[in-house]
């Protein structure tokens, strides 16, 4: 069974980081004044795919949280459980970040450039690479 809820979350890890990856790109497209015309397109697009992610999001704390359960002694005298955690914390953060962009955009307020989104996009990469490697390589 265990194996079975690690699989899981492992997918709907994978579901949840796909929107974190795609929901800034479309910033940037929506952010470019050439794209004028496709402003509304964009906020159907972001809304929808924000929906997904927040499933993906929730699917991935309910199997990771089972998977925790059921070898928590383990976790918790490793270190690199700990730095994996708090890099999963900072995405929350991150994902909250994008929904209030994603306000801001369908109130017609966003006030930053396709270049600050472009650098914005970068962020959920950084926090894949640390966690898979908490993950995959334990360094602690």
Known sequence: MYLWLKA?????MVTWFAGLFYLP???????MDENKQSFELFKVMEKRLFGIMTI?????????T????????????TLWF?????????????????YRI????????N?????????????????LIVIVIMVIVRPF
Do not use: D
């Open 8 to 12: 899981i979350h492992v997918i709907f």
């Open 25 to 31: 790109r479309l910033f940037i497209y929506h952010a």
């Open 56 to 64: 993906g999001a929730a699917l991935t704390v309910l199997f990771g």
């Open 66 to 77: 089972a998977v925790l359960m059921m070898n928590w002694a383990y976790f918790m005298s």
């Open 82 to 98: 700990p730095v994996k955690f708090l890099f999963v914390l900072a995405l929350f953060g991150y994902h909250y970040w994008c």
């Open 102 to 109: 994603m306000l801001e955009f369908r109130q017609e307020r």
């Open 111 to 127: 006030q930053r450039s396709h270049v600050w989104y472009r650098w914005f996009n970068e962020a959920p990469a950084l926090a």
